[in-house]
């Protein structure tokens, strides 16, 4: 079974200040992992993901995730927040190629003040 | 683009009544799944479609039930709708040959039950 946890269900930054939000999971087999993004009244939109290769992940709107097999980490960074950062974000594990399903942790709600 | 949609963005129903969920994808994606979003818990797996025809439970089925008679179209059913199953529901596919096992998400439906 795999499961994730993601440290912080609401974290307040200053605008231009780093961004970091926390994932970690459990996998009993080399996972597949994913941030999603989640504004107001909307789905989710991927904002990045890893699957093999390069452990540091670059997604859209400045956001990258570092893939730590030692820490079971994915966590999710951006130098520098913008208001328009502000939403909910949701790290989610796969167990690997032609897994169906995706565990999600519970989310971060990150608020951004100016 | 994906797209993922869903017949309603919101939805009021009565205790008791069959409610009917309809989303539509127009990727050909061979997997199709349906979630339920509540605060604090982030998304649960309610039930998720393989292939046509084809349905698994997953982690809280209880209550609901699902048809998957084309390719393009899930759709999840409340047989007799209770307060308890007032929440936020995405849809979301997925291509089965995608080896990142990526999701693609509709813009959800907010159901409250009275």
């Known amino acids: 079974a795999q499961s994730v946890t993601q440290l912080g269900s609401h974290v307040s930054v200053s605008e231009g200040a780093l961004v970091l939000l926390r994932c970690n999971y459990s996998s009993s087999v080399p996972p597949y992992l994913f941030w999603y993004v989640q504004y107001p009244n909307q789905g989710l939109q991927l904002l990045l993901k890893y699957t093999t290769g390069a452990t540091l992940v670059k997604g859209i709107n400045g956001f990258e995730a570092e893939f730590k097999k030692s820490e079971t980490s994915f966590h999710l960074t951006k130098p520098s927040a913008h208001m328009s950062d502000a939403a909910e974000y949701f790290c989610?594990?796969?167990?690997?190629?032609?897994?169906?399903?995706?565990?999600f942790g519970k989310g971060t709600k990150l608020s951004v003040i100016p | 683009d994906v797209k993922v949609t869903q017949s309603s963005r919101y939805l009021v129903k009565r205790t008791g009544e069959k409610v009917f969920l309809e989303c539509v994808q127009d990727m050909d994606h061979e997997n199709m799944f349906w979630y339920r979003q509540d605060p604090g818990l982030g998304l649960r797996l309610i039930y998720f479609s393989y292939d046509v025809k084809m349905k698994e439970k997953g982690d809280i089925p209880e209550g609901y039930s699902v048809s998957r008679e084309k390719k393009e179209r899930f759709s999840l059913i409340l047989e007799s709708a209770s307060t308890n199953q007032t929440s936020m529901y995405l849809c979301a596919s997925r291509s089965s040959g995608t080896s990142g096992n990526e999701q693609f998400f509709g813009p959800g439906t907010r159901l409250t039950v009275l």
């Open positions: 989610a594990v796969s167990s690997g190629a032609g897994s169906y399903q995706l565990t």
